[in-house]
């Protein structure tokens, strides 16, 4: 029923999502024929998607399979890239950060400029298109450092694409330079950069955001860094940490925000769902949050993505070190079209103790794509098909 989502699809067409589902579920019925219609659904319809469960819930993730093939076709894409976490010192407090440290732990570490370069260049030597470079917010890193290493591997690798600095690392950079985020991006961007990744969004509310950490981006800065970005055409991702402090209502607020800077600025390349790994951090060890999301919520939040951002943002991405490969296989027929990076060196969602490794080679990315039907390509950053 799911791997053939056309056929079920015209089912429903045929029956009515209405006699499908039953009198009882019709609101969630006339919401999936709303989405079908190619309509917007609102922030209060996609809360009631997120209570789908039973029959609904098959229906939900036939909707949003719909709609991906619509939007992208059969390709499930994938990009070979290269993740550097240049420091894992920071001194920020995020409780659901299990990969910082302080300069004088054990395990604290900061990788020279000349390693950084050279990681680089590894990648690109066996067929990385990109690398990604984020780290913690060392305090006695030179207020010139992230253009310097944006330099430095353009000057090595000059058509590598850099993937770089969150929106918080981004305000610490330009806070250490003494100018405007504005400026900074600009000079970042001049240095080389690509895009940047639109992590440190966990979820845009206020109060969730509160209590997740002591003195990070606020919601109104994540939104305005990345408008600013986009302003200057530097292209981003888009992301949502679920699975910890917050529900459904703070994932459908934070979907429609999304799809409004994505109406302002057209600049996300996609949206990455990001569930919560617990094992080894603070939030879920002193402070009461939950074991991470459910492998249900995590085909959910795909599922209502798919149709909260229908036709505005559309590729949305599995993580394959958080949900884990085969879990992906099954979200990737729920509404996704990408399985993320091969990653070489991922250690954030390591340390917060994901345990599916760092690396997955393009021919396991292959073969998990082929068995599911589907067509495996090799993209770029910003989704063009390599191979």
Same mark, same amino acid.
């Given at each position: ?36 219609a ?8 996609g809360?009631r ?10 229906a ?8 991906r ?6 390709i499930?894409?994938y990009v ?10 920071c ?9 910082a ?23 690109w ?8 470079i984020q ?6 890193v030179?207020?010139n ?14 058509d ?15 806070? #250490?330079?003494?100018i405007?985020? *504005? +400026?900074?991006?600009?000079s970042? $961007?001049? &240095?080389?950069?690509?895009t %940047?990744?639109? @992590? ?13 950490t #002591?003195?990070?981006l606020?919601? *109104? +800065?994540?939104?305005?860094?990345? $408008?600013? &970005?986009h302003?200057?055409? %530097?292209?981003? @991702? ?69 149709i ?19 879990a992906?296989?099954?979200i ?22 994901a345990?599916?490794?760092?690396n ?22 910003l ?5």
């Open positions: 029923m799911i791997n053939n989502s056309s056929q079920a699809i015209e089912e429903m067409k045929l029956v009515g999502v209405e006699r499908l589902l039953g009198r009882s579920q019709i609101d969630i019925a006339n919401i999936l024929d709303k989405a079908l190619d309509k917007e659904i609102s922030v209060q319809e809360i998607l997120f209570e789908a469960d039973g029959i609904d819930l098959y939900l993730m036939i909707t949003a399979d719909e709609l093939r619509r939007s992208v076709g059969d499930i894409t070979k890239t290269r993740n550097i976490n240049f420091s894992n010192v001194y920020t407090g995020c409780k659901f950060c299990a990969f440290a302080s300069e004088k732990d054990e395990g604290a570490y900061f990788i020279p400029l000349a390693e950084i370069v050279q990681r680089a260049k590894d990648a030597g066996i067929g990385a298109t990109e690398v990604c780290g913690g917010l060392h305090p006695r030179s207020e450092y992230y253009v310097e290493i944006i330099k430095a591997i353009k000057d090595a690798v000059p590598l694409h850099i993937h770089a600095f969150s929106p918080f690392e981004i305000k610490f950079g330009a806070r #250490k330079r003494g405007s985020i *504005e +400026e900074h991006l600009f970042l $961007k001049e &240095a080389g950069l690509g %940047i990744p639109g @992590t440190a969004a966990e979820i845009l509310d206020s109060k969730i955001r509160k209590l997740l #002591k003195d990070k606020t919601t *109104e +800065e994540w939104v305005s860094t990345i $408008k600013t &970005a302003k200057l055409g %530097i292209r981003s @991702t888009s992301t949502m940490m679920y699975g910890h402090i917050d529900g459904p209502e703070h994932w459908a607020n934070h979907l429609a925000l999304l799809r409004d800077i994505q109406k302002d600025t057209g600049g996300f390349t996609e949206f990455v769902p990001l569930g919560f790994v617990h094992y080894n951090t603070e939030l879920f060890n002193k402070h009461g949050a939950r074991a991470g999301s459910t492998g249900i919520e995590d085909i959910k939040v795909v599922s209502v993505a798919r909260m951002l229908n036709n505005w943002i559309d590729n949305i991405q599995v993580s394959w070190v958080k949900n884990g490969p085969k992906c296989q099954i990737l027929n729920a509404g996704a079209n990408d399985f993320g990076g091969t990653l070489m060196d991922e250690t954030i969602s390591r340390s917060a103790g345990p599916f490794g760092e997955m080679n393009p021919e396991e990315f292959n073969r998990l794509i082929l068995d599911l039907g589907r067509v495996p390509a090799v993209r770029n950053t989704y063009e098909i390599m191979k």
